[in-house]
């Protein structure tokens, strides 16, 4: 299924409204994701979306997404989603976050698909459209 993470790259993002709209996606993905996909890692795939703000202390180091660590034992691949400073303060960080799941769901889809595993995308993008609905105040 999809997860939910992030790094920061400055302690002025602590509290920053980038960093709210972070935390609410992830609440909202814990809420509705259904309980076949709520269980311990290993028994569906899964992808670790990490979202990657630059700040204060420097960019992320990628532009868009990256494929990151790979756990064969918890189906589990990384995939980094950058976010600039200039998408982190933009009015409409709704848009960047499900971007970002989005570009992250078809880069573990493809991933899992290379390996003969099958990535449960279509329950993977409902959830993305349902973190959505909740992420209203972020338009």
Known sequence: MIIISSRYRGPELKGSRIAYAIAAAMGAMDYHREP???GSLGSIPHVNTV???EGSLG???FDAIRLGPYSCKDQCVQVDVAISASDAEAGNLRDVLLKGLRGANAAAFHFFEHKGVVFPLR???E???AV???LKEFT
Request: no cysteine; proline share 0%; charged share 30%.
């Open 123 to 125: 329950k993977a993008e």
């Open 51 to 53: 979202f990657m703000v």
């Open 36 to 38: 076949e996909f709520g």
């Open 127 to 129: 959830l993305v459209d």
């Open 132 to 134: 959505g609905n909740e």
């Open 59 to 61: 960019g992320v180091g």
